[in-house]
């Protein structure tokens, strides 16, 4: 072919390629302003405290940001920050008191609370002899509690441990690996034998936090859809039976491995849970009753909430490990009380 040929040619060549452009480009265009207007729940950006305060964890899937601090607005508007070592509480110096470590999810982390309304730094008041550490988590179940509270261990070395249990959603939590907004975790799988098998790890960065970390899928949203399709390929959604006795146990077996008390708090009652707690004589108590917000904002506790829960708490710490010298113990104070102790 001559060069004449193709300086002939090389017009309508480019016209062509020109034109196929302009329509992938008028396509893309045209797909993301339909995402926008469809506006799927699935795609938008999360708000909430784990979007806002937390990151990406390999291990857990996410995990709060050391010295973080955050407005978060569900029920009502709080103002949250995180210490060094990523808890929404006070700095973690160790003075030579007793330490009680609580661990759970929002209840504990306080979702609607600000800090100085939760139970936790109601009983740091009503038992100054202990020093009282708050390391809740938001969204996380029993599974991912007992891995942090094996990460946090070392740095905390408690002589209590009060575990929180979420009765609205902590077997949900415990029974996949996608929780709240297609977050990605990691799950236990009961072998044949009774063991737990620990799954999904690494995990997946979860679509929340790749537009948290990304401008490209912050800001475009057929990003955020080929994000989302390519987690959901990668580690597609699991259930596996529920898992959450064991899962207590292993905590309790941990825990008692290391010459610790073990407590367990339940948002209300669960008969199931309660009948394993008794058998393996762990003293609990449920707070059923307590004043909460509206299910549409994930029943989390209002001031009253966590007034009624220090108390019964308070009780049990009385009644079970002997609540150290000029701590508060008014029983009369939790009026329809729900404690098991079985000591």
Known sequence: MSLAY?????????????????????????????????????????????????????????????NSASTVTTARTIHASHNSLGFRDTEFNPDGRQVMLFIGDSFVWGVDAEAGERFTDLLRARLPQYQTVNAGVSGYGTDQEYLWLKRIWPKINPDVVVLFF????????????????????????????????????????????????????????????????????????????????????????????????????????????????????????AFDGAPAYGIQYGSHFTPEGHELASRRLLDLIGTTIAAPSGAETTASATVGRTVGSTN
């Open 166 to 285: 979420c009765t609205d959603n902590d077997r949900k939590d415990n029974t996949s690996n996608v929780r709240y907004g297609r977050y990605r975790k990691p799950y236990f799988e009961t072998a044949a034998d009774g063991t737990l098998q620990l799954k999904g790890q690494p995990v997946p960065k979860s679509l929340q936090l790749l537009i948290k970390e990304s401008w490209l899928v912050r800001h475009l949203w057929l990003a955020r859809a080929a994000a989302l399709a390519s987690v959901e390929i990668s580690a597609p959604p699991v259930d596996v039976p529920d898992p959450t006795e064991h899962l207590v146990g292993k905590i309790h077996d941990f825990v008692a491995a290391h010459g610790v008390k073990l407590l367990v708090a339940l948002q209300s009652t669960d008969d199931r849970l309660i009948a394993r707690l008794k058998a393996d004589h762990i003293p609990h108590v």
């Open 6 to 66: 193709f300086r002939t040619r090389l017009p309508a060549v480019l016209r062509s390629a020109g034109t196929v452009l302009l329509i992938a480009l008028v396509s893309l265009a045209t797909t993301e302003i339909l995402l926008r207007l469809a506006n799927f729940r699935e795609l938008r950006q999360d708000l909430s405290e784990r979007s806002l305060t937390y990151g990406y964890d390999a291990e857990l899937g996410w995990a709060p940001v050391p």
